[in-house]
């Protein structure tokens, strides 16, 4: 583990990716029990985007086989000699899709109820889960009580006020934004000395 005294150093020993689509059930409080407990694991969000078409590359055979069945979309596949084959296919997530819309809350559930802000990471997995063009809007939905409230309720329905209260009402600052959108997803690299800071040294020196 990094003994550094810098702030902006790593110091974690374990990363969780894209930690929306782990709790298909939407319970993520084990999960953030466990990052709140533990200073060792952070995560990023891999938030969903509602586009058209998302473009997916993936060597997860079992992923390709879930969405053949429900996407019903030209998979390319490519199989050489090495571990694993590589398949391209299209997808699209849907607001009235049950596990798209857990999916989608998930990551505000994890931003907004882990603590320490410096332990999560905003994503979109581009292109596989979203669009670049889309975060504006995630960032928006974070920031503001209102916008969320408006925009979960044209998700499925499934997604009650009382399964998810305990995202209503709190926002992020812009404080937090530029944490978890700079300064933590560079220190979660190992390079927090040299990006998503204004420090002395860094890229963005002032």
């Given at each position: ?8 150093a790593?110091?974690?020993l ?9 709790n ?11 990052v ?8 990023d969000?891999g938030m ?8 997916v590359?993936?060597?997860?055979r ?40 857990i999916?989608?809350?998930n ?24 669009d ?35 995202i ?7 404080n937090?934004i ?22 002395v ?6």
């Open positions: 583990k990094n003994n550094e005294s810098n702030e902006l790593r110091d974690h374990l990363h969780i990716a894209h930690g929306a689509l782990y298909v059930d939407g319970d993520n409080s084990n999960l953030i029990n466990a709140n407990q533990s200073q060792d694991l952070d995560l969000l969903i985007g509602f586009n058209e078409i998302n473009p590359m993936t060597s997860d079992r992923l390709i086989n879930l969405l053949e069945k429900e996407n019903q979309m030209p998979v390319i596949k490519s199989a050489v000699e090495e571990e694993g084959d590589q398949f391209c296919t299209l997808r699209t997530f849907s607001k009235t899709t049950e596990l798209h819309s999916f989608f809350v990551a505000i559930d994890l931003a907004l109820n882990i603590q320490n802000k410096w332990q999560v990471q905003f994503s979109v997995n581009y292109p596989n889960h979203g670049v063009n889309d975060i504006p809007t995630l960032i928006g939905i974070l920031m503001s009580a209102d916008v969320r409230k408006k925009f979960l309720e044209k998700l499925h329905p499934i997604l009650s006020e009382e399964k998810f209260s305990n209503h009402d709190k926002e992020f600052n812009f937090e530029v944490i978890l959108t700079r300064a933590s997803p560079a220190k979660s690299l190992g390079i927090g000395k040299i990006k998503g800071n204004l420090g040294g860094a890229d963005g020196d002032v």
